[in-house]
């Protein structure tokens, strides 16, 4: 019979580290707020001379950058649910913003507490269900605000001065010094930063000030004409996550909806020369606005990163911490003319994914695997040694992480949005397949047309792709085990109700 020492020796080679019983890995999760890949220089896009991210990319070259990463529900609440479960939306049971995850779900804090581990929240929650799993959470109600926030949770009301991307990292670092040093850590902390309205601290008023960034190829799309049903109902339903907008009546409006919203008559601060009479320039000037503010705001995010990692430095924690940099879901950048998020397009559903973990991890690692949200948890159990409840829908990483090529690992990514527009579909590595309520089927060649500009759906040519997207779209729902009158495009969700899914 094998004694207890040889059998954690076996699963230590499994894993591809060498530890010692009581050296688990230390785990840093920073959750971001719609902190879009191409506003991080690692990703090599547009803005990465412009976003510069020092110590987010360090996590790149010191680990691995993940460039397919998408979120199962592009909002805030149901993909951090999905981050905690492992679990897709209509399993959690949060569809919506502000849900409630579902008493039964399980939650990868509470496993790594059953193994040893010291856990701590501090940050944004954004979900009506308590925390689980965490020995201190401090969090702050809803969105939260930029500055002076107010937390509250296991250590009762605090409330305090500055700018919040700074204060949560203060506490993160109070209880990273007080920790029991013969004990595994968990710090999950989660910034607001850069959730619109892109609040940044005062000491990045003048950065890149009379600059004029890169414009994303389709900032002027004329979505009203577009040939897809998706991107035009998103310009009718939601007209504020628009830099531009129809007016009443379907007739183009006398200006962006940003522009009215945020810069009325002149840009702030006289940045930015513009013809008011021109509702091509206001969409010039708003989205120089909305993007100068952006990177202002998520510059703090990696400032105060960098503070995290040098504590880890300093205290001669890097090798045996893994340290994940990622957002609850992409954002337009201007993309087809719009802010904020929702849609199964680019970049909407694409999150940044970088993680650091030297015992396991080659340096400068990119993986192109299709991953999710979901796949969090499983990796994170896996690589504490702890057991990955049968309930969690993700896959563990590991392999990946290792550097391994799976033949098994999955062919597309399932995407789920019950709000409006109410859509439901499928990416793969090349195409994005999207059922439209009340339209037909929609497809994007990402391949030939990487901006998506077209939904090619209707071409007689694309015939035989349509029905291969299709037979996969149902067996990912077979898969995730929902039901086809439970889905967004079922005839049972109306206006972003959750229904009691299980």
């Not at 013969?182 to 000030?209: C, I, M, N, T, V």
């Not at 969409?283 to 960098?306: S, W």
């Not at 047309?449 to 015939?463: C, V, Y």
Request: net charge negative; proline share 6%; hydrophobic share 30%.
């Amino acid at each position: 019979m094998k004694t207890l020492a040889t059998l954690f020796t076996l699963v230590l080679t499994v894993f591809g580290c060498h530890l010692s019983a009581d050296e688990k890995p230390n785990m840093v999760v920073v959750l971001v707020d719609d902190h879009a890949f191409e506003a991080i220089s690692a990703y090599d896009d547009f803005l990465k001379d412009y976003a510069k991210t020092p110590a987010i990319d360090r996590l790149a070259e010191e680990g691995m950058l993940f460039d397919n990463f998408t979120c199962n529900n592009s909002i805030c609440s149901p993909s951090r649910a999905a981050i905690l479960t492992g679990q897709y939306s209509h399993k959690n049971g949060v569809l919506g913003l502000n849900g409630a995850i579902n008493e039964d779900s399980p939650q990868y804090p509470e496993q790594l507490q059953e193994v040893g581990y010291q856990t701590w929240l501090v940050g944004k929650w954004h979900l009506k269900s308590a925390p689980k799993g965490y020995d201190k959470h401090m969090t702050v109600k809803g969105q939260g605000k930029y500055f002076n926030p107010t937390f509250n949770g296991s250590e009762g009301e605090w409330k305090r001065e500055g700018y919040s991307t700074d204060v949560y990292t203060d506490i993160a670092m109070d209880w990273l010094k007080e920790r029991d040093p013969d004990k595994p850590f968990l710090l999950s902390l989660q910034f607001k930063a850069p959730h619109h309205e892109y609040g940044h601290a005062e000491r990045y008023d003048d950065l890149l000030a009379d600059v004029t960034i890169p414009e994303p190829p389709t900032l002027y799309e004329k979505v009203r004409e577009s040939d897809s049903n998706l991107k035009k109902q998103f310009l009718q339903h939601t007209k504020f996550h628009m830099l531009h907008s129809e007016g009443k009546g379907g007739k183009d409006s006398s200006g962006s909806t940003y522009y009215t919203r945020h810069l009325k008559d002149e840009a702030p601060n006289q940045m930015w020369e513009h013809d008011a009479s021109s509702d091509k320039d206001k969409i010039r000037v708003a989205y120089q606005h909305m993007v100068h503010k952006y990177i202002r705001c998520l510059t703090g995010n990696d400032d105060n990163l960098k503070r995290v990692l040098d504590y880890l430095d300093e205290e001669g924690l890097t090798e045996n911490t893994i340290v994940i940099y990622t957002s609850d879901q992409g954002y337009w950048l201007g993309q087809h003319g719009f802010y904020d998020k929702r849609l199964a397009l680019e970049t909407s559903i694409r999150m940044p994914f970088l993680i650091r973990y030297p015992k396991l991890i080659k340096p400068g690692s990119i993986n192109d695997d299709l991953c999710m949200n979901v796949d969090i948890a499983p990796t994170l159990l896996e690589l504490a040694g702890a057991e990955t409840p049968e309930a969690m829908q993700g896959r563990s990483m590991v392999p990946l992480l290792k550097g391994e090529a799976l033949d098994d690992w999955r062919t597309s990514q399932f995407y789920t949005y019950w709000s409006t527009p109410k859509h439901q579909g499928i990416r793969t590595k090349r195409y994005t397949y999207v059922h439209l309520q009340g339209a037909p089927p929609e497809l994007f060649d990402r391949k030939t047309d990487p901006d998506q500009r077209h939904n090619i759906a209707g071409n007689p040519e694309n015939a035989a792709i349509l029905a291969e997207l299709e037979a996969e779209l149902q067996q990912q729902i077979k898969d995730t085990g929902i039901s086809p009158d439970e889905l967004p495009v079922g005839g049972t969700v109306d206006g972003g109700r959750q229904p009691t899914l299980k």
